[in-house]
């Protein structure tokens, strides 16, 4: 077989196969559903428990990468500790292993016939549910189809005197592997394509176990660099979780270096008693590194995250995302407070709607992305205490109420569903500010002024709002109905001078679109406040 041919079938096969990977994970995710954040809220109390969410969320999403990205972004939206958020790194480190041990199951063999039954079942039958399971099985015959290329496209290394002095270099001096497998898992930003490729390369015989095993501990360094990537411009916890993932292999790297010669002596012995194949063995030592790694360095979550905060300075802020109010020992014992308790976190899903508003409309004035990022993370605050708080209350109407209480009760519910559409109005601006920075549509400078003006109005509007809610105030609501009527009117005038602007030449079609969209929401967040505001004058009467 000629080189080219040879370079096609491991390239190729390296695609089908890291294509394989992702089509099974995005495949396992919508077969489990959106739970895979919830299990990550959920189950992460304490860093045991956080060890087992990361193992199952990675081996649902087959990439202990998107398992750490994903804890990164919890993190960086205050959705989780730093302390939970280690204890699931050190899961999706064990989860990964999932796979290598899938390719040690050697079905190269009905790789075809898997990947045809998964179309069949894509193709050829309506239901989403069937569809989903179809993925799966697609993914799972094309990691092994691309397995079975790549492995066909490495034959030739074992020939070449080259490689054979390298892999005796790599045997000689270990760390000489480590850093190969930390340059190749950063190339192919996988480690699970590497370790897969370094399973393939030892069934081959291209190199020896004691070549092997180093490059096997640096595929697990390199697999940190995509995490790392994930935590720039992300907030300071964010930053921590991500240098915890790379201390955390780092630590479990030297560990395991010091005592080489007993871990070599120990996967030898267990591929021999055990009848292993060759796959199968780099399998189990990428299992046992990465359990007894975690093993050793989870009674020091405490102390690693004093570490990381020692490294990355600064002060944390984070959403507090998780209701605080609502107990639900008071809906049974006393309907009126637990009413009490509902109120106090509507008012605080209401600051978190003011607080992204003015985020957003930072955003619009300066375009930094860290704006746009924390108004993101306010909407999301905000969907997670709606769904929150309506459960909560839809609890407490099952109880007896008095007429106050009860009157209490719907502005709350009505309440609650207006913060949550002034939320998706301020989603809607940023993906309309995004659309602007991305298209590089130009927006006039007294276009700019006019969306600050308006800005401040809504936002005096809202907090207004607020405010009444807070102190059931009939005479600041009646308020915030004179400034709607402000808004109304700005809003007319500004898509009046707008078009004028857009006419003259002073700004493009496009931003007239932006533009108009971008006061259209805010006109329509005014009008949420104004519903907030006529609630409490009826609560106020």
Request: charged content about 20%; glycine content about 8%; some cysteine.
């Amino acid at each position: 077989m000629d080189l080219q041919t040879l370079l096609f079938m491991f390239f190729g096969g390296l695609g089908i196969f890291l294509f394989g990977i992702k089509y099974m994970g995005d495949g396992l995710q919508k077969v489990a559903g959106d739970g895979l954040r919830d299990v990550l809220d959920k189950f992460t109390t304490n860093p045991i428990m956080g060890v087992f969410a990361g193992i199952v969320v990675t081996v649902l999403l087959q990439t202990s990468t998107g398992t750490t990205v994903l804890t990164i972004g919890l993190v960086n939206a205050g959705f989780m500790t730093l302390k939970q958020a280690i204890g699931v790194i050190m899961g999706a480190n064990i989860g990964t292993t999932v796979t290598a041990f899938i390719i040690g199951i050697k079905i190269s063999a009905y790789a075809l016939p898997i990947i045809a039954v998964g179309a069949a079942l894509i193709f050829f039958i309506k239901a989403k549910k069937v569809n989903y399971y179809g993925q799966v099985i697609f993914g799972f015959g094309a990691l092994f189809y691309g397995l079975e290329l790549m492995g066909t496209g490495l034959k030739p290394l074992r020939e070449l005197k080259a490689f054979a002095e390298l892999t005796v270099s790599m045997s000689e001096n270990p760390l000489l592997g480590v850093v190969i497998g930390t340059i190749f898992t950063v190339a192919v930003q996988s480690s699970s394509a590497s370790i897969g490729l370094l399973q393939q390369l030892y069934e081959q015989g291209a190199m020896g176990l004691d070549s092997a095993l180093p490059v096997l501990f640096g595929d697990n360094i390199g697999t940190t660099i995509t995490a790392i990537l994930a935590a720039i411009g992300a907030s300071v916890a964010a930053k921590r979780a991500a240098l915890t993932h790379v201390i955390f292999n780092l630590i479990g790297t030297v560990i395991v270096l010091m005592i080489y010669p007993l871990f070599f002596n120990l996967i030898s012995y267990l591929a021999l008693e055990l009848g292993l194949n060759r796959p199968m063995t780099i399998a189990f030592a990428h299992g046992i590194f990465n359990v007894s790694n975690t093993l050793i360095q989870l009674p020091f979550v405490a102390l690693l995250a004093i570490i990381v905060t020692k490294l990355v300075p600064g002060d944390e802020y984070s959403i507090e995302y998780k209701a605080k109010h609502l107990d639900p020992r008071f809906i049974g014992s006393s309907p009126a407070i637990a009413l009490g308790q509902a109120k106090q976190e509507v008012l605080r899903m209401a600051e978190f709607s003011e607080r992204g508003l003015y985020e957003v409309s930072q955003y619009l004035e300066n375009g930094q992305k860290r704006h746009a990022e924390m108004s993101i993370q306010f909407e999301e605050a905000i969907n997670n205490l709606d769904r929150k708080i309506t459960d909560y209350l839809i609890q407490i109407s099952s109880r007896s109420l008095s007429a106050h209480d009860s009157k209490l009760h719907s502005m709350l519910l009505d309440t609650v569903r207006d913060i949550e559409r002034i939320g998706d109005h301020i989603e809607n601006i940023v993906e309309l500010k995004d659309y602007q920075k991305a298209n590089k549509v130009h927006i006039s400078d007294k276009a700019l002024e006019d969306l600050r003006e308006m800005s401040e109005l809504t936002l005096s509007t809202l907090k207004e709002a607020i405010q009444s809610l807070e102190l059931i105030d009939g005479d600041m609501a009646r308020s915030v109905l004179e400034k709607e009527e402000k808004i109304d009117k700005m809003e007319r005038k500004l898509r009046k001078q707008h078009i004028h602007r857009v006419n003259e030449g002073k700004c493009s079609g496009s931003a007239g679109i932006v533009f108009v969209d971008i006061v259209s929401n805010l006109e329509r967040i005014g009008d949420h406040s104004v519903n907030i505001a006529e609630a409490v004058i009826g609560e106020d009467n």
